[in-house]
Nanobody, 115 residues
Framework: QVQLVESGGGLVQPGGSLRLSCAAS????????MNWYRQAPGKERELVGF???????YYAESMKGRFTISRDNAKRTVYLQMTSLKPEDTAVYYC?????????WGQGTQVTVSS
């Protein structure tokens, strides 16, 4: 079955960096777009960006220039490199993919940006 497992979250000071990973299994990874979402306390889940199967990337406006999504198809893993982190980046970060009619989510990883 499809599984997505995020890791790499934690507590970081403002201005710091983190790299999140999402390890995928149960589907042909290199054929699918991989998305990163986040959900801050009391807010709706929002799209951070994605890496398409063809290698292109997209970022939400507030993440452009600070976040980078990459993928390693051999390792079946997608990454989210986050730099210049701000307190407002505090959220649970989720990996997602859509296969046919179904969307699949990881369990999320908490990122807290605080001094």
């Amino acid at each position: 079955q499809v599984q997505l497992v995020e890791s790499g979250g934690g507590l970081v000071q403002p201005g710091g960096s983190l790299r999140l990973s999402c390890a995928a299994s149960g589907f042909t990874f290199n054929r699918y777009t991989m998305n990163w979402y986040r959900q801050a306390p009391g807010k709706e889940r929002e799209l951070v960006g994605f890496s398409s199967s063809g290698g292109s990337t997209y970022y939400a406006e507030s993440m452009k220039g600070r976040f980078t999504i990459s993928r390693d198809n051999a390792k079946r893993t997608v990454y989210l490199q986050m730099t210049s982190l701000k307190p407002e980046d505090t959220a649970v970060y989720y990996c997602n993919t859509k296969i046919g009619l179904f969307g699949y989510w990881g369990q999320g990883t908490q990122v807290t940006v605080s001094s």
